[in-house]
Antibody, heavy 116, light 114 residues
């Protein structure tokens, strides 16, 4: 089955760290860009990071310097290391497959809650 | 950043009727070299991830019912649901992928059954 499965979410205090994982199956993982997109409750999705097929990485200003995306093609997996977490980083984090610039496959997400 | 603005924020439509959602980008997402609009539409139902409906502004993703159609060019786009079904109740988002690597979404339009 073609799918993405996220894991690693949880409750963390402000200033803390968390590492999310995204496991892919059913497609040629190494041939695709993979993104992380987050969504706070009642809000629209917000793009968080991207890793290209050559392991080139991209971030918006809101997370640059705090988040690090990486991939391990041998395990068909992508990771998101999140440091210096803030209350505003709270939300459901989805990994998504990029195709031509749009996102054609999404995981079901993992919830990250940053709270004291 | 390209800001995506959708209208309305919500709408109620009777079953079988047409729903029309608008999306306006703060700058053109039409790439002149290939004449393609870098605009996608997604559907999100409660508790589920977004699902790709339309890309290149008007190309329907495989498996998406043909009652969903996209139109527009440059800065103004429309998603039309012709013959609304009960399962179409959801929030719909537009997204630009012209100004990468900085993908942005609209604020969403909630479609309800009247």
């Amino acid at each position: 089955e073609v799918q993405l499965v996220e894991s690693g979410g949880g409750l963390v205090q402000p200033g803390g760290s968390l590492r999310l994982s995204c496991a892919a199956s059913g497609f040629a993982f190494s041939s695709y860009d993979i993104h992380w997109v987050r969504q706070a409750t009642g809000r629209s999705p917000e793009w968080v990071s991207c890793i290209g097929t050559e392991a080139d990485t991209f971030y918006p200003g809101s997370v640059k310097g705090r988040f690090t995306i990486s991939r391990e093609n041998a395990k068909d997996s992508v990771y998101l290391q999140m440091n210096s977490l803030r209350v505003g980083d709270t939300g459901v984090y989805y990994c998504a497959r990029g195709r031509g610039g749009y996102f054609d496959l999404w995981g079901r997400g993992t919830l990250v809650t940053v709270s004291s | 950043d390209i800001v995506m603005t959708q209208s309305p924020d919500s709408l109620a439509v009777s079953l079988g009727e047409r729903a029309t959602i608008n999306c306006k980008s703060s700058q053109s997402v039409l790439y002149s070299s290939n004449n393609k609009n870098y605009l996608a539409w997604y559907q999100q139902k409660p508790g589920q991830p977004p699902k790709l409906l339309i890309y290149w502004a008007s190309t329907r993703e495989s498996g998406v019912p043909d009652r969903f159609s996209g139109s527009g060019s440059g800065t103004d786009f429309t998603l039309t649901i012709s013959g609304l079904q009960a399962e179409d109740m959801a929030v719909y988002y537009c997204q630009q992928y012209y100004n990468t690597p900085l993908w942005t979404f609209g604020q969403g339009t909630k479609v309800e059954i009247k």
